[in-house]
């Protein structure tokens, strides 16, 4: 199961701003990095914020990453109809030593 | 052109084994630590494992612990991960990717474990 909790499921109309939260504890989001994924209906994840609130190479400035003590968030803006997909966070955990996913939050685009 | 592409899965009874292996081109891959993760049908992501870039050090979930082992080979930029002991809910696409925290994704391999 997973430790770091997710909404699983949120949606927007398009030209909206909708955030997805990411919950966690000290020996995780309280410690290290936030890392967010983005996955397409059949295909492979893709790196779209790490470090809480960088983007790789491609992503546009709509996507951001903050984060307050355990939690983390990950805000959409001027949300399009391709962004309807499934969103995972992750971050690294001291006390198991591991990664944690989230358990994904399925964004449906209205 | 940066990739990884897994290959190694497929069908495995329970109790049986399988090496998945996973190729690395178009950036310094011994630069790299390495990770694997997995997603059963219709769930959401697992992380299993992941290995330092020398290689020295590896990192398992409690799931796989003592059943799984990741290594590499920085001299064919391959990474690689013998499964053993599979049980039915080991089935999922298997992902490597690049540093832990996946900057860098495969496709995915699917492994069933099923008689």
């Known amino acids: 199961q997973s430790v770091l909790t997710q909404p699983p499921s949120a949606s927007g109309t398009p030209g909206q701003r909708v955030t997805i939260s990411c919950s966690g504890s000290?020996?995780?989001?309280?410690?290290?990095?936030v890392n967010w994924y983005l996955q397409l209906p059949g295909m492979a994840p893709k790196l779209l914020i790490y470090?809480?609130?960088q983007r790789p190479p491609g992503v546009p400035d709509r996507f951001s990453g903050s984060n307050s003590g355990t939690s983390a968030s990950l805000a959409i803006s001027g949300l399009q109809s391709e962004d309807e997909a499934d969103y995972f966070c992750?971050?690294?955990?001291?006390?198991?030593?591991?990664?944690?996913f989230g358990g994904g939050t399925k964004l449906t685009v209205l | 052109e940066v990739q990884l592409l897994e290959s190694g899965g497929g069908l495995v009874q329970p109790g049986g084994s399988l090496r998945l292996s996973c190729a690395a081109s178009?950036?310094?891959?011994?630069?790299?630590?390495m990770s694997w993760a997995r997603q059963a049908p219709g769930k959401g992501l697992e992380w299993v494992s992941a290995?330092?870039?020398?290689?020295?050090?590896?990192y398992y979930a409690e799931s796989v612990k003592g059943r799984f082992t990741i290594s590499r080979d920085n001299s064919k930029n391959t990474l690689h991960l013998q499964m053993n002991s599979l049980r039915a809910e080991d089935t999922a696409v298997y992902y490597c990717?690049?540093?832990?925290?996946?900057?860098?994704w495969g496709r995915g391999t699917l492994v069933t474990v099923s008689s």
């Open positions: 992750a971050a690294w955990d001291d006390s198991l030593n591991g990664v944690l």
């Open positions: 990717g690049r540093a832990w925290y996946f900057d860098l």
């Open positions: 470090s809480y609130n």
């Open positions: 000290r020996s995780n989001i309280g410690s290290n990095t």
């Open positions: 290995i330092y870039s020398s290689g020295n050090s590896t």
């Open positions: 178009g950036f310094t891959f011994s630069s790299y630590a």
